[in-house]
Nanobody, 124 residues
Framework: QVQLGESGGGLVQAGGSLRLSCAAS????????MGWFRQAPGMEREFVAA????????YYADSVKGRFTISRDNAKNTVYLQMNSLKPEDTARYFC?????????????????WGQGTQVTVSS
């Protein structure tokens, strides 16, 4: 059973930064793509970024490209999302997810495991 746990959310002023962490554990976790999604109240869950445990490829939603950076620490089984130049529209609950597929997906339905999320609120 794969387990994911997010941390690092909080309240920040527009233009500020946060770093989210996702601690991952479970069998065959190293074969999964890891993704970040976010969901604001009344909105659909949307893709933010994804990474694999090996290689150098990363994937970003256009809305966060150039501001957010996804990274990993394999020794700690942890994936990070560095969030810079935050905007009020970034306000959402951010979820870590694991996709067991062989290719990256930006669709939440294709992810098999989810954390409970961490809240990010950006004030004007």
């Amino acid at each position: 059973q794969v387990q994911l746990g997010e941390s690092g959310g909080g309240l920040v002023q527009a233009g500020g930064s946060l770093r989210l962490s996702c601690a991952a554990s479970g069998p065959s976790i190293s074969t999964y793509y890891m993704g970040w999604f976010r969901q604001a109240p009344g909105m659909e869950r949307e893709f933010v970024a994804a990474i694999r445990w090996s290689g150098s490829s990363t994937y970003y939603a256009d809305s966060v490209k150039g501001r957010f950076t996804i990274s990993r620490d394999n020794a700690k089984n942890t994936v990070y999302l560095q969030m810079n130049s935050l905007k009020p529209e970034d306000t959402a609950r951010y979820f870590c997810a694991a996709n067991r597929g062989v290719v990256v997906s930006t669709t939440s339905r294709n992810y098999d495991y989810w954390g409970q999320g961490t809240q990010v609120t950006v004030s004007s």
